[in-house]
């Protein structure tokens, strides 16, 4: 059966490999993304949120069957808690509407492994508030106190607790959706390129996400897994994330968590 999914950070990565692999499979996709997509728009920003969503209507008449929020962003900037929380959440919030007019619909956010890594309540309290000028003033603060790195876990973190919260609702589970999180390890992307070519970053990333199983990922491994997430197939998963990560969180966290 086709079905019509829209995928944002559809222009890249793991995006776009999901993106290619939902059409290959005889699906139509729409692909959202800042500069180059069937939906230009710019998910840090509320304008760019609004018109996700108008431009979504309009080119799907208020029916989806499924909705991929990938588009993120890794910087030592507040714009990362902007897109990767405030921006996914605001994707699927706008979006369900049409979501609930679809056939059997299915969301899915694209989270991280970095997730388990230490983050800074201040910007995960403040996200889940749904306090984004909050957010973005602690994700200042970290940045200023040299702890930048810690708005790409607290974005990742918060969202995917978004997801376990929300899921549960009558929004979503009571209206037959299931809201699921991917969370990879390190996938080789226009994203993390930069990183893996510097040996000493390289390492530091293999130490700090260890995968003992394949080693770092492709797009193409990743698309798979959310392809049936978001598939009539998975009727019964919701409010999980998923990692897909070589084992790096069962490394990371062991036995305290199952
Ligand atoms: N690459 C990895 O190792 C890795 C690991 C875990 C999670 N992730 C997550 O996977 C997702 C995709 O990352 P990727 O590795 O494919 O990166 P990528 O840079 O290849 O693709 C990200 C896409 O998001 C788009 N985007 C960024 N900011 C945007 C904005 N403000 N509005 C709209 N679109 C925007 C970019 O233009 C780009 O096309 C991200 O959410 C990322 O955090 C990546």
Known sequence: MTRTYL???????????????????????????????????DLSTADGRT??????????????????????????????????????????????????????????????????????????????AGDEEAAVTASRAAVDRGEGHLVYSSSKAAVSRWIRRAAVTGDWAGAGIPLNAVAPGVVVTPMTRPMLDDPGMRELVERSVPMPLHGHARPERI??????????????????????????????RGDRTW
């Open 7 to 41: 995928v944002t950070g559809a222009a890249s990565g793991i995006g776009r490999a999901t993106a290619d692999l939902l059409r290959a499979r005889g699906h139509a996709v729409i692909g959202a993304d800042m500069a180059d997509g069937d939906i230009t728009a």
């Open 51 to 128: 018109e996700l969503a108008a431009r979504a209507r309009e080119l799907t008449g208020g029916r989806l069957d499924a909705v991929v929020a990938c588009a993120g962003v890794a910087h030592f900037d507040p714009v990362t808690i902007g897109v990767n929380h405030f921006g996914a959440v605001a994707t699927l919030e706008g979006l369900r509407p049409l979501l609930a007019a679809g056939t059997d619909p299915r969301a899915l956010v694209v989270g991280s492994v970095d997730s388990v890594h230490p983050t800074d309540p201040a910007i995960v309290d403040a996200a889940l």
């Open 223 to 252: 698309a798979p897994l959310i392809a049936w997430l978001t598939s009539p197939e998975n009727t019964h998963v919701t409010g999980q994330v998923v990692f897909a990560d070589g084992g790096a969180e069962a490394v990371l």
